[in-house]
């Protein structure tokens, strides 16, 4: 009787599960390496085109506040999955972490409950991936053309561009799943991330525009010790060849790995587009401010020229998705890995506390709960967004989850999230930037420099929104210096940061 009734209960559940899964949403989550907010239309970008990332935003809404919890790849996206920060999740930096598949992530979470689950594209935390149905990732960091990819099948060359591949596997995917059951599908961009190399197609989109400086392109980091001693320039670090494609003959540009790898008419495609590019530079002999800017406006050519095909990719997974009437129950997130420089403080690449790279762009799509074109204003951390996720799909935060769900504010777009948000950076390698922590509230950032530099800063968002001048030892700042770091203080408890903990009681005073 016993063992009837316990048949019974389990037939019923099975049952249940079946049932509700089928009204449970699906989640499409798109997330690009190093994309800047401030090369996307929907941000306000004078310059990036970026009609479907903005069709997004236009048919649900737009984060304004966005950040991540340790701007940099493989740790941004280890949050992404576990909701957890880095020394939580042992993912801190990409030189020496290895992501451990092992812990719960948001997708095992999803799969208890009927989801089908994927990873298609550029992830970056090993190639043994647990949590996911399916998979068919880039070996490490990927390849622009011709790449190599990993699925539960081996080893896999593919012909073509990045983009394109990447998004062609995901919708492949998605026409072989279940229609029954509801999907998780995680879509990985190599795109926007260096060395830039666009799609052929998209040469000659930007090189007629004449792109402003940023204000403090020309930043001479005065009260900022950390920021004087990086290695991220674009002047003094962009490299001519690897980065920038001016290499000094045709025989050294065949030599890098990114074109040794192409196929003859790709060659043929990049060598006439660069070559022509080299030698006028060669001819015009640009030296100081001159050849810094010509670097600058090159940077940003390519740089929004590769986005060009990302956007155009994610315009075919929404036409997919609208083609199979699915847009309606399907949770789309286009977000990226974290922010970027444009050109700001002189600088590429991301790491820091400060804004462009703290902030990421984020925008999502669900009719269900999002009016078109809303607004959000509210502070939410990238680790927010796996237990946001599990609410929508009616699953209960598990307790070691540190993010907090935002669904009341996708259903009311005036409320308020955080109120402080926590930051930490724990890399100490390539671009020499000291390893920080620090808090940031509506109005003042609070950092500790460690490591490489031990310092304070502390920055007026209102009066210096560019964050040029440290006011850590200003008199006039003493009472917002302190009440900062009780903020600090009952951050690094709440996320229970013990190594950020055990520095900042060293130096409170320092
Ligand atoms: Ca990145």
Not at 51 to 68: E, H, L, M, T, W
Request: charged letters at 25%; hydrophobic letters at 35%.
């Amino acid at each position: 009787m016993k063992i009837k009734a316990i048949f019974l209960g389990v037939v019923l559940l099975g049952i249940f599960n079946w049932v509700s899964g089928q009204n449970k949403p699906n989640i499409v989550i798109i997330i690009s390496d190093d994309h800047a907010y401030q090369a996307i239309g929907a941000y306000g970008s004078v310059y990036g085109k970026t009609p479907q990332i903005d069709r997004i935003a236009n048919q649900g809404a737009i984060f304004k506040n966005a950040f991540v919890n340790n701007s940099i790849c493989g740790p941004s996206r280890a949050t992404l999955l576990t909701g957890k920060y880095s020394h939580k999740n042992g993912f801190k930096d990409n030189e020496t972490s290895q992501f451990d598949f092992s812990q719960d992530l948001f997708v095992k979470q999803l799969q208890k409950v009927g989801y089908n689950t994927a990873w298609v594209g550029k992830i970056h935390l090993g190639e043994k991936l647990q949590g996911f149905n399916y998979y068919d990732i880039l070996v490490g960091q990927g390849t622009y053309f011709n790449p190599e990819f990993i699925s539960k099948q081996g080893r896999k060359h593919t012909e073509g561009y990045v983009s394109d591949i990447v998004t062609e596997k995901a919708i492949n995917w998605l026409d072989t799943i279940d229609s029954d059951r509801p999907f998780c599908l995680v879509i990985g961009h190599k795109a926007t991330h260096r060395t830039w190399m666009p799609d052929p197609k998209d040469f000659g989109t930007y090189d007629s525009v004449n792109f402003t400086l940023p204000p403090t392109f020309y930043d001479d980091y005065q009260s900022r010790q950390a920021a004087s001693l990086q290695e991220m320039s674009i002047d003094k670090n962009m490299k001519m060849g690897y980065d920038l494609k001016m290499f000094k003959s045709l025989e050294d540009m065949m030599e890098d790995g990114n074109f040794k790898r192409m196929n003859q008419a790709q060659k043929d495609r990049y060598v006439a587009y660069y070559r022509p590019i080299y030698e006028k530079l060669k001819q015009d002999n640009l030296t100081g401010k001159r050849l810094a800017e010509w670097k600058f406006k090159r940077y940003m050519i390519d740089y929004l020229n590769t986005a060009q095909s990302m956007d155009r990719n994610i315009g075919r997974v929404l036409d997919y998705l609208d083609q199979k009437s699915l847009s309606e129950n399907t949770i789309v997130i286009y977000l990226s890995d974290q922010g970027f420089y444009m050109g700001e403080h002189g600088w590429f690449d991301k790491c820091w506390m400060y804004e462009e790279s703290f902030r990421t762009p984020m925008v999502m799509r669900y009719p269900a709960l999002l009016h078109p074109q809303s607004t959000i204003e509210a502070k939410v951390v990238n680790a927010d967004i796996a237990p946001t996720l599990l609410e929508l799909a009616s699953v209960k935060q598990p307790k070691d989850m540190q993010g907090k769900s935002f669904v009341h504010v996708l259903k009311n777009n005036k409320e308020e999230h955080r109120k402080d948000l926590f930051y930490h950076y724990f890399e100490n390698g390539e671009h020499a930037v000291s390893p920080h922590f620090g808090v940031r509230d509506d109005r003042y950032k609070l950092i500790r420099y460690y490591k490489r530099v031990e310092n304070w800063e502390l920055f007026d968002l209102e009066k210096d929104p560019n964050e040029r001048h440290n006011v850590y030892k200003d008199p006039v700042y003493k009472s917002v210096v302190s009440r900062m770091k009780k903020k600090l203080a009952s951050q690094m408890r709440e996320f229970d940061d013990k190594e950020a903990e055990a520095i900042y009681k060293v130096n409170i005073d320092r």
